[in-house]
């Protein structure tokens, strides 16, 4: 049997179920991401599209092609992105806590100075290019 967990944006209008283990488990650091979540750094779960049933109205904003950004219009939630396949949900968006482990930190250099590296591999910039 498959696990499935489940999660949504903060006022319930978008709802998603996550089918399987993800491919890899990330913090962003970037300022984007800082910004699009307003949060100093954003926890992101990667699976692959077919992974992934979303339910409800989502927009998009991309800042960066064909990178985007997915909230949802009622309550502004930055639930999920979507590039070349997949789909990467945000940690914070799921239903329980617990569940998942960063794997990788990307663009640590605007880490926050409280804020200690996980014992993870860390790139300043994208996942394989450090
Ligand atoms: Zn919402
Ligand atoms: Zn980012």
Redesign the pocket.
Known sequence: MVTERTGGCACGAVRFVARGEPKRVAN???M??RKAHGAPF?AFVIFADEQVTVTGELREWRASPPYARCFCPHCGSRVLGRENGETELSLGAFDDTGVFTPQYE??VGHREPWQAALPVPQFPAMRGNP
């Open positions: 962003c650091h970037c984007t991401c954003v990307v663009f």
